[in-house]
């Protein structure tokens, strides 16, 4: 009997583990400054954006009067340029811009790379900062890989050098 009812649990543990893995863990949007938008899914190691598959994506969230922030943005900029072809990057405002104000900060700063108003992603944010455990330090970078798997995660800005390591170690990550 207890044998019976065990074997039948690990059986019903195993269909719900097979099922769960299959099943998205969050269905989220965020559109652009551009008015584009992009279909976001958390999975269990990451995040898959849509149209965004097969490049290394830097998901930065800053805020429009941080100082590290606003002395990141030269180099995302630079890095943006030279690694078009496979880095994205996505740049949510997470200090109170709306739509038109961040639109108009892009615009101001010249920035080349996917810029997002937090009211336009809203649900990514939360989705973050429950996944990450993040507190709302800026700059803050989370790291996907070419198969949308998140490989780092870092409160604080990082250095042009840095990035252009992780776009090596991320790219490299075809497996």
């Not at 830097?58 to 630079?78: D, N, R, V, Y």
């Not at 790291?143 to 250095?159: H, I, P, R």
Request: net charge neutral.
């Amino acid at each position: 009997m207890i044998k019976k009812l065990l074997t039948t649990l690990l059986i019903f543990s195993l269909t719900s583990f097979v099922l769960a893995e299959e099943k998205p863990l969050a269905q989220m949007s965020m559109t652009d400054v551009k008015g584009k938008t992009y279909n976001v899914t958390g999975t269990e190691q990451g995040l898959i954006i849509e149209g965004l598959e097969g490049k290394v994506v830097f998901l930065e969230f800053f805020g429009h009067k941080c100082p590290p922030c606003l002395a990141s943005i030269p180099h995302l900029i630079e890095i943006q340029e030279k690694y078009k072809d496979k880095v994205a990057i996505v740049a949510i405002e997470v200090q109170g811009y709306n739509n038109t104000q961040t639109t108009d900060f892009v615009k101001q700063k010249g920035i080349n790379y996917i810029t997002v108003s937090e009211e336009k992603a809203s649900n990514l944010v939360n989705y973050i900062q429950q996944r990450a455990q993040w507190r709302g330090s800026i700059p803050f970078l989370v790291a996907l890989d070419t198969k949308g798997n998140v490989q780092f995660v870092q409160a604080g800005m990082l250095s042009e050098a840095q990035y252009e390591e992780l776009i090596k170690q991320l790219s490299a990550e075809k497996k």
